[in-house]
Nanobody
Framework: QVQLVESGGGLVQAGGSLRLSCAASGLTFSSYAMGWFRRAPGKEREFVAGIKGAGASTYYGDSVKGRFTISRDNAKNALYLQMNSLKPEDTAVYYC?????????????????WGQGTQVTVSS
């Protein structure tokens, strides 16, 4: 049974930083491309960042480029999202997702497994 469990969310002031983690189990982690998505209140879930299985290739949504960094540790079956220079508009529930494939995809239906999400709130 595949499980993805996010942690690290919380309340932070604008300009601050947070690091999200996603612990994966029940899958051959290095064989999966991984992604972070977020859903803000009243909005559709949007792609934030993605990373290939080997970790050498990453891709970011325009709204977070230059501020967020996705990484993974395949030895620990862990995915991370370092978020710097946070803005109030980054407030959302953040989800990690796993895709059985090599390529990074930005569309949520391309992902096979999802975590339950972790809340990030950025105050102004």
């Amino acid at each position: 049974q595949v499980q993805l469990v996010e942690s690290g969310g919380g309340l932070v002031q604008a300009g601050g930083s947070l690091r999200l983690s996603c612990a994966a189990s029940g899958l051959t982690f290095s064989s999966y491309a991984m992604g972070w998505f977020r859903r803000a209140p009243g909005k559709e879930r949007e792609f934030v960042a993605g990373i290939k299985g080997a970790g050498a290739s990453t891709y970011y949504g325009d709204s977070v480029k230059g501020r967020f960094t996705i990484s993974r540790d395949n030895a620990k079956n862990a995915l991370y999202l370092q978020m710097n220079s946070l803005k109030p508009e980054d407030t959302a529930v953040y989800y990690c997702a796993a895709r059985d494939g090599v390529m990074i995809r930005t569309i949520e239906r391309e992902y096979d497994y999802w975590g339950q999400g972790t809340q990030v709130t950025v105050s102004s």
